[in-house]
């Protein structure tokens, strides 16, 4: 079955800018989404398509993906952006929906 | 606005079965496949299924069949997801999502969740 590579953790300081990866086999030729879950809360949608964001999603969000990496950027990160990220593909060869294991975003 | 509110959290002992629901609003409920993901304490996402409210077909993970059966009531736009010969590590939140397909044939992607139903398997 397909699988996704993410970090487990990535620390970023107020205001700079927070990049997390998600890895899996020619995964450019997927199309990647993105969540954030905040503890306790349902994983909203932050990124589609890869680097489409849906409205009211801040544009300090953005995601880019080729070759074997995917990856989210978090631009002038704020408290508030503290949470665990998902990426999300579909595998057509097992017609399955595949998440990664999550990054949890630390804001220092 | 749309939204999906889901019913209220479990305990269940092993071996019984639990049936969480899901109910939607503020769209046309026939018109979006539904989604069933699960969350173990302090893990990730895991995907379980789908269903088509319209025609009530399915589709379920490897992991889960023989197990997990979701159904659907359009006349109170209801989605549900019953798993069935619970063990522990079955205790999760368990979330119905929505997904968007806008180009037909491709995969779309899970734009509305629900809050989550906490299930604990417990004797």
């Known amino acids: 079955s397909y699988v996704l590579t993410q970090p487990p953790s990535v620390s970023v300081a107020p205001g700079q800018t927070a990049t997390i990866t998600c890895g899996g086999s020619?995964?450019?030729?997927?199309?990647v989404h993105w969540f954030q879950q905040k503890a306790g809360q349902a994983p909203v949608l932050v990124v589609y398509?890869?680097?489409d964001r849906p409205s009211g999603i801040p544009e300090r969000f953005s995601g880019s993906n080729s070759g074997n990496t995917a990856t989210l950027t978090i631009s002038r990160v704020e408290a508030g952006d503290e949470a665990d990220y998902y990426c999300?593909?579909?595998?057509?060869?097992?017609?399955?929906?595949?998440f990664g294991d999550g990054t949890k975003l630390t804001v220092l | 606005q749309v939204q999906l509110v889901q019913s209220e959290a479990e305990v269940k002992k092993p071996g019984a079965s639990v049936k969480v629901s899901c109910k939607a609003s503020?769209?046309?409920?026939?018109?979006?496949?539904l989604h069933w993901v699960r969350q173990a304490p302090g893990q990730g996402l895991e995907w379980m299924g789908w269903?088509?409210?319209?025609?009530?077909?399915?589709y379920y993970a490897q992991k889960f069949r023989g197990r997990v059966t979701m159904t659907g009531d359009t006349s109170i736009s209801t989605a549900y997801m019953e798993l069935s010969r619970l063990r522990s590590d079955d205790t999760a939140v368990y979330f119905c999502?929505?997904?968007?397909?806008?180009?037909?044939?491709?995969?779309?992607?899970?734009?509305?969740w629900g809050q989550g139903t906490l299930v604990t398997v417990s004797s």
């Open positions: 398509d890869d680097s």
């Open positions: 999502a929505r997904i968007v397909v806008v180009v037909p044939e491709t995969p779309g992607w899970f734009d509305t």
């Open positions: 269903i088509n409210p319209h025609s009530g077909g399915t």
């Open positions: 503020g769209y046309t409920f026939t018109d979006y496949n």
């Open positions: 999300q593909v579909w595998d057509s060869s097992s017609d399955h929906w595949v």
């Open positions: 020619n995964i450019g030729s997927k199309s």
